[in-house]
C-alpha cells in the first residue's frame, strides 16, 4: 500500500513539475509579444542608394531612395528595391524566429527551417545566413539616447499612498514602533 501511495506522490510531482514548465515557458509571452511588435529591421543596397525598413511579419514601414538611385533608371531602381526588400524581410523573419526561439526553445528546430527556406530563395547558404544571425544577436543594443539620470530640474517620484493592504498597514506599523 506504501509503494502505491509512494508511486502517486511520485506521478503526482511530476505532473506539477510539467505544469510549472508551461507556466514558465509562458510567463514570458506578453514580453515576446511586445518585442515582436517593436521588431524592425533595416537593409540598404551595396550602393546606399535604397533603403527599406520593415517589421514584424515583414510589414514594409518605410522605403527611401537617394536622387542618385532615382536618377539610375527605372529598371535600375527596380532591380535595387526588390533586392533590398528581399533582404529587410529577411532580417525581420530571422530576428523573430530568433525572439520566439529565446521565448519558447527551439524543439521544432524553427530557426534551421528558417536560414535553409531562405537559403534556398535568395540563393545563398545556411552558413551565410547563419553569421548574418549571429552578427544581429551580438550587436550590442544602442542606449546613447536614453538618460540615465534624472534631470535636476524633473520632480521626483511621488511617496506611495498611506493606504494600502494590511501587510503594507503591519510593515509601516513594525517600523513606525521600532523609531
Do not use: Y
Not at 533595416?42 to 522605403?63: E, I, K, Q, R, Y
Not at 529577411?90 to 521565448?103: F, I, S, T
Amino acid at each position: 500500500m506504501a509503494a502505491e501511495f509512494d508511486q502517486l506522490i511520485a506521478e503526482f510531482e511530476r505532473f506539477q513539475s510539467g505544469i510549472r514548465n508551461v507556466d514558465d515557458r509562458f510567463a514570458g509571452l506578453d514580453a515576446m509579444q511586445a518585442q515582436l511588435t517593436e521588431l524592425r529591421a533595416s537593409a540598404s543596397s551595396p550602393d546606399g542608394g535604397v533603403t527599406v525598413v520593415t517589421g514584424p511579419g515583414g510589414a514594409v514601414l518605410d522605403v527611401k531612395f537617394t536622387d542618385a538611385a532615382l536618377a539610375k533608371g527605372p529598371q535600375a531602381l527596380s532591380a535595387a528595391l526588390m533586392s533590398t526588400l528581399r533582404e529587410a524581410v529577411g532580417e525581420a523573419a530571422r530576428q523573430q524566429v530568433v525572439l520566439v526561439r529565446d521565448h519558447l526553445g527551439d524543439e521544432l528546430g524553427l530557426v534551421d527551417q528558417v536560414l535553409e527556406t531562405q537559403a534556398e530563395a535568395f540563393g545563398t547558404t545556411v552558413e551565410e545566413l547563419r553569421s548574418k544571425l549571429t552578427q544581429e544577436e551580438a550587436a550590442p543594443e544602442d542606449f546613447s539616447d536614453q538618460r540615465v539620470l534624472r534631470q535636476a530640474d524633473d520632480a521626483p517620484p511621488a511617496p506611495p499612498a498611506r493606504g494600502g493592504s494590511a501587510g503594507d498597514t503591519f510593515l509601516r506599523n513594525l517600523f513606525d514602533e521600532e523609531d
